[in-house]
C-alpha cells in the first residue's frame, strides 16, 4: 500500500495562490494515478483534479479548471495542486488519494488510498 502526506495548506485572501503538496511512501508511486479532491463543512468531498500515473493527462474541476493545476514528479514521489484566484468558495479541506488500478479517474470510489487532508481556507 502506499502511505499519502498533504502539506501546504494555510488561510489566505481571495485572489491569492497556495501550493499544496502530496507526499507518497510505500509501494511505487509512479504505478499511481492520482487526485485531489475536497469537502468543505456540511458537504460531501467532491472531486477537484486528477492525473494519470505518468503525468501525461489530467483533469479538473469545473469550478476549478484555468486557476488550478495538478501536477507530479515521481522521482521525488509527490503531487502537487498549484492553486491561483482563490475564492472564497474554496475553503475545504483537501485530500489527495491514489488510486492503483487504473491509470486516470476522476471518480472518488477509483481511489483505494487517502492521506489526512490539509485546510485550505479563503477569506473574502
Known amino acids: 500500500q502506499v502511505q499519502l502526506v498533504e502539506s501546504g495548506g494555510g488561510l489566505v485572501q481571495a485572489g491569492d495562490s497556495l501550493r499544496l503538496s502530496c507526499a507518497a511512501s510505500?509501494?511505487?508511486?509512479?504505478?499511481?494515478?492520482m487526485g485531489w479532491f475536497r469537502q468543505a463543512p456540511g458537504k460531501e468531498r467532491e472531486f477537484v483534479a486528477s492525473i494519470s500515473w505518468n503525468g501525461r493527462s489530467t483533469s479538473y474541476a469545473d469550478s476549478v479548471k484555468g486557476r488550478f493545476t495538478i501536477s507530479r514528479d515521481n522521482a521525488k514521489n509527490t503531487m502537487y495542486l498549484q492553486m491561483n484566484g482563490l475564492k472564497s468558495e474554496d475553503t475545504a479541506v483537501y485530500y489527495c488519494a491514489a488510486a492503483s488500478r487504473y491509470w486516470h479517474t476522476n471518480d472518488r470510489s477509483d481511489y483505494d488510498y487517502w492521506g489526512q487532508g490539509t485546510q485550505v481556507t479563503v477569506s473574502s
Open positions: 510505500g509501494r511505487t508511486f509512479s504505478n499511481y494515478a
